[in-house]
T-cell receptor, first 113, second 114 residues
Framework: KNQVEQSPQSLIILEGKNCTLQ??????????LRWYKQDTGRGPVSLTI?????NTKSNGRYTATLDADTKQSSLHITASQLSDSASYIC????????????FGDGTTLTVKP | GAGVSQSPSNKVTEKGKDVELRCDPI?????LYWYRQSLGQGLEFLIY????????KSGLPSDRFSAERTGGSVSTLTIQRTQQEDSAVYLC????????????FGPGTRLTVL
């Protein structure tokens, strides 16, 4: 069964600090892995998309890594800002039935001043 | 349009009533998806459409739920005889193609069934 597990479930950090969110998956055959940011009351917004051959991708202060061998991904946030407070969702797609992605439950990040 | 739009943004209905939720995808996007997100929960896949192919309805929780996509663009999600457990945010997303392109989400419709 395809699964995506994210950790930690929630995280509180001080403004300006860095943090790393984890995503482990068992989706196969792997097509791509996406990280989304979802602000409260809003729809998710894409941060990064990585395919099998990519092991790192950056979007501003967000850097995602992918290890397709161990089926792990991480999202690193540098110099956090209050506006980074949100839920971060890891989504993995398989080549078979690519329209039915597997979503993680998300990590809720709170950045405090 | 510039992004995915959904209407209404909020819907309050009485148990047993039917509701229709609308999604306008990004122009030119061939794939359209519906998800449900209960309070504090992750996204639950409901259905997706790809071009003129038959939709994947495998995520629809019961036969009270149905969706259609007219002319390959606008989609409507219909919930018949609503129940209190249907209360959730219903999110629509679209993508250029199904396989490798990212999905762009709308703001969602918050459905409350009293």
């Amino acid at each position: 069964k395809n699964q995506v597990e994210q950790s930690p479930q929630s995280l509180i950090i001080l403004e300006g600090k860095n943090c790393t969110l984890q995503c482990n998956y068992t989706v196969s055959p792997f097509s791509n892995l996406r990280w989304y940011k979802q602000d409260t009351g809003r729809g998710p917004v894409s941060l990064t998309i990585m395919t099998f051959s990519e092991n790192t991708k950056s979007n501003g202060r967000y850097t995602a890594t992918l290890d397709a061998d161990t089926k792990q991904s991480s999202l690193h946030i540098t110099a956090s800002q209050l506006s980074d407070s949100a839920s971060y969702i890891c989504v993995v797609s398989a080549y078979t039935n690519a329209g039915k992605s597997t979503f993680g439950d998300g990590t809720t990040l709170t950045v405090k001043p | 349009g510039a992004g995915v739009s959904q209407s209404p943004s909020n819907k309050v209905t009485e148990k047993g009533k039917d509701v229709e939720l609308r999604c306008d995808p990004i122009s030119g996007h061939t794939a359209l998806y519906w998800y449900r997100q209960s309070l504090g929960q992750g996204l639950e896949f409901l259905i997706y459409f790809q071009g003129n192919s038959a939709p994947d309805k495998s995520g629809l929780p019961s036969d009270r739920f149905s969706a259609e996509r007219t002319g390959g663009s606008v989609s409507t999600l219909t919930i018949q005889r609503t129940q209190q457990e249907d209360s959730a945010v219903y999110l629509c997303a679209s993508s250029l193609v199904v396989s490798t392109s990212g999905q762009f989400f709308g703001p969602g419709t918050r459905l409350t069934v009293l």
